[in-house]
């Protein structure tokens, strides 16, 4: 580029003048260079973000016992507090200002696990600043840790053969439009010609297609237990579950207009419409990919909203799945239209998905969710059926810690017929 821009001022008609004076030529040739490193510092100072800098401060700091130090500069600030989802202290902390206006605070030894937080600087929720990782949680940013020796390691990326995951569109002539989903393709997909199953995996309310991917780590997961042996190698799709949304917020025809909402708030919320449809979805995986298109290859999981929508997809498409996942699922059926055709005769399909066979029905709930009651109830449904489950009851309540943990749990059981 350097040598483009002297050549493209050396052809220009000034340079072209005949100079016989040796002073003059030698003040050209200075002028010439004074006004090529000028264009040079106006280039590169037009890149954008040249003016990062990282700074001494760290944060967060992970110990070897998994105390976890955050640290941020606001010297003008008032107050500095600390909200995560870690159990301990509510995931609350007040930070400290040291002489240099650096804030800071030290959390307990916390479980291996994913971790959320935020910032409150005198009263605005703020992210680390020095922490580039961030998840967005509906429509809420949340800077993202790590913590090790246990389930964390596997939300971690490791030196292991890594599966790909891809963005893909589906035109589902129920909902008539073009719909997303997110499909990840285990380890060797791509040079192989193998087979593989299938997991079908499904958000909860506020969730789209990207959900499980971000705060859900699947691909790190499924990696993980992999190459460990501990789960078969299987491709796992991941559709958005709301019906009258193409895909996630900024990805639709709509753009920036569409905000993250919770589902409750869209049309098409619990109607129907998508778990009588979820078919298509089948239909253009088997179509796209190198499935194994049986039963017996086939699971469906979802958490919350997503548990919903896999027990009615499963209830009335009695032939496609062989194992369901009902993480957390959001089942107080009180709020639901049960006449709907999609709901109705819940026991009558039932009865007829435990004729068909179903090689696994799992369910796990936190004993302080919202949900247990609700579960707790359609637990004594499936008593009086004989409808045969495996049930996991967990710590804490509706949030990501547990629906990754399930997910931990779960899909090394799939596919071992």
């Known amino acids: 580029m350097l040598n483009e821009m002297k050549t493209s001022l050396i052809n220009h008609r000034v340079f072209k003048l005949e100079i016989n004076f040796p002073a003059l030529q030698k003040f050209m040739n200075r002028a010439l260079a004074i006004l090529l490193a000028t264009m040079i510092g106006v280039g590169a100072r037009a890149q954008q973000n040249t003016g990062f800098k990282q700074g001494s401060i760290i944060s967060p700091q992970v110990s070897e016992g998994n105390s976890v130090t955050f640290r941020l500069k606001a010297p ?30 030290t959390t307990r030894n916390l ?29 809420n940013l949340f800077s993202v840790l790590i913590t090790n020796n246990g389930k964390g390691d596997y939300y971690s990326v490791k030196d292991v053969p890594h599966g790909s995951v891809a963005r893909s569109w589906y035109r589902s002539s129920a909902l008539k439009t073009s719909r997303r989903l997110t499909v990840y393709t285990p380890p060797g997909y791509e040079e192989s010609k193998t087979r593989y199953p299938v997991l079908y995996l499904l958000h909860g309310s506020g969730g789209d297609e990207e959900a499980w991917t971000t705060l859900g780590a699947v691909p790190r997961i499924m990696d993980n237990l992999i190459a460990e ?22 990805e639709t025809h709509e753009n920036l207009a569409y905000r993250p909402v919770m589902s409750n708030t869209l049309p098409g919320y619990k109607e129907g419409s998508y778990e009588m449809s979820f078919r298509e979805i089948v239909d253009f995986v088997d179509t796209r990919y190198r499935t194994k298109a049986e039963k017996s290859k086939r699971a469906v999981a979802g958490l919350s909203m997503g548990g919903f929508h896999s027990l009615f997809i499963s209830a009335n498409h009695p032939g496609l799945f062989d194992y369901v996942g009902l993480f957390s699922p959001g089942i107080n059926f009180k709020t639901v239209n049960m006449t709907n055709a999609a709901y109705n005769n819940l026991e009558e399909k039932l009865a007829l ?5 179903v090689a696994l029905y799992w369910m796990a709930i936190g004993k302080t969710d919202a949900l247990y009651e609700p579960m707790q109830e359609y637990k004594k449904r499936l008593d009086n059926l004989h409808f045969p489950y495996k049930y996991i009851e967990s710590t804490r309540g509706h949030i990501w810690s547990n629906w990754r943990s399930y997910l931990l749990e779960f899909s090394p059981l799939l596919f071992k017929k």
């Open 76 to 105: 003008l600030a008032g107050s500095v507090t600390i909200k995560g989802d870690w159990e301990a202290d509510g995931g609350k902390g007040s930070m400290t200002k040291d002489a240099n206006g650096v804030w800071s605070f």
């Open 111 to 139: 479980p291996s696990d994913m971790y959320l937080y935020t910032f409150t600087v005198d009263s605005v929720q703020v992210l680390d600043p020095v922490n580039p990782f961030v998840c967005r949680d509906v429509g």
């Open 229 to 250: 042996g501990k789960a078969e190698p299987m491709i796992v799709v991941m559709p958005n579950g709301n019906p009258s949304k193409q895909a996630a917020p900024g």
């Open 353 to 357: 998905q435990m004729k068909k066979g």
